[in-house]
């Protein structure tokens, strides 16, 4: 993997559905994309690149590099606090960040990601289990959701770390 000229266009890209993509080739090998997931980053310019060793290789990422695939209710820390649990297109699970949920254009819920070093959005499957825990308040007419005894507001329509709409 050589370093790329800035002014070519990346060789990989991540969809806005999360697929993996090499000279426009979907990436069908599952442990080459866990692989370059692991060594993904951020430049100080926010620009993507798969960093091995003293080697880069810039990702053209369409909306954000991961996907949330589900949902479910669990446990976390050693008291076993009620927690919601998310798991990701790299095929890891984490325990959701409720304090980093927002809500984007179209509706699309998105929140941070691998200690907050990333931004995912809900897939529609992901949404589907997510919004069950969706509450109103009518009387200051907002959006929530309660984890452990704890109401989060869902803000909407907040610019994402691409550059997209940003209206509170």
């Not at 005894?149 to 691409?162: D, F, V």
Request: proline share 5%; hydrophobic share 30%; net charge negative.
């Amino acid at each position: 993997m050589a370093e790329q000229p800035q002014n070519e266009s990346p060789e990989i890209r991540i969809d806005r559905d999360g697929v993996w993509y090499f000279r426009n080739m979907e990436m069908t090998r599952m442990e080459i994309v866990q692989y370059f997931y692991q060594h993904l980053r951020r430049d100080s310019q926010g620009n993507y690149q798969i960093e091995l060793g003293h080697e880069h290789c810039r990702v053209q990422v369409d909306d954000v590099p991961y996907i949330i695939q589900s949902v479910s209710s669990g446990f976390a820390g050693v008291d076993g606090r009620p927690c919601m649990v998310i798991s990701l297109s790299d095929g890891s699970c984490e325990e959701l960040n409720p304090e980093t949920i927002r809500i984007g254009e179209n509706n699309v819920p998105y929140c941070r990601v691998k200690k907050s070093g990333h931004e995912a959005r809900f897939s529609r499957h992901a949404y589907y289990q997510f919004a069950v825990n969706i509450e109103h308040d009518p009387h200051q007419d907002r959006y929530f959701i309660t984890v452990d005894g704890r109401s989060y507001p869902l803000a909407i329509n907040q610019k994402t770390e691409n550059g997209g709409p940003h209206v509170r």
